[in-house]
């Protein structure tokens, strides 16, 4: 196990992050994503730290708050130093009935924080996340807000999920410029079977120097291995398809990774995991499993060395289209990029 920076920090976690979205699940999605107890997250939380994960990821909205129950009790029960473990939730989703119970104002913010430490058992969380973009609610109160509970010990660092690139961006500025707390990191979808993210998100992680925690690195299943063209009806996806995918370059995708798993005596979702920790801004990936055996799959990805040839071809057969700005971007600055990396 590898253990990266995230973002400009100090703080080095491991390069496969323990996602709980399958713990405490009973009714409505929630159970079609996972339905496992206390007994079962126990298994999958210690199996995970004794591979070498130092990084375990749920939010306040998983299972309505049982998520972070289990997984708070997990690590007691594990008897888990504190300071050997870099946990991480998020807030934003609704936790309650009324139109405040939900969002990134400063009012929910400071709500939902003093419930999740009780829920973790936890007097801090490591890493704080805004789970969405909130149209409601200016970036500098979110900001603002979110440097308020560093200050006061609550948060140790604050990152963002499910922003566009501009919105990440003003919110640095804003931190920057008036002293702050910026975003450290940022969770995004971003998987072989859809790469959107590199077309503004990825150069801006770059830029400002983001890590990156990837969240649905098997695009829902799809890449696990178990679907193809014409077996499309069973696993999760049959219950909860989520999320949109490109199915035809989905199943491209898992077409070529086949031969390749099988030279290499491994499972497709294991290439599909490979090749995600291959990518230079891939800080973390986080991992979900409902049953021991599927931990262990996605831990095994680590060992997997893929060569130069076989990333070529699966970039090449999971390549987006072309795309404005883009197209034009890399026209017109073509000759400058040859210019930096022969000077290099």
Known sequence: MRFNRLGQTGLFVSELCLGTMTFGGTEGMWKQIGSLGQAEADRLVGRAIEAGVNFIDTADVYAGGASEEITGQALRNLNVPRDEVVVATKVFSPTGKGPN???????????????????????HVDLYQIHGFDPATPIEETVRALDTLVQHGHVRYVGVSNWAAWQIVKALGIAERQGLARFESLQAYYTLAGRDLEREIVPMLRSENLGLMVWSPLAGGLLSGKYSRDKQGEG???????P???????????????????????????IALAWLLKQDTVTSVIIGAKRLEQLEDNLASTAVELSADEMEMLGRVSMLPPEYPGWMLGRQGGARETLLREGK
């Open 244 to 270: 949109p995918v490109d199915r035809d370059r989905g199943f491209a995708c898992v077409e070529a990774m086949r031969p390749i798993a099988e030279r290499h005596k491994v499972s497709v979702a294991q």
């Open 101 to 123: 119970g939900r969002g990134n104002s400063r009012a929910h913010i400071m709500d939902a924080i003093k419930a999740s430490l009780k829920r973790l058992q936890l007097d």
């Open 236 to 242: 999760r996806r049959a219950g909860f398809d989520f």
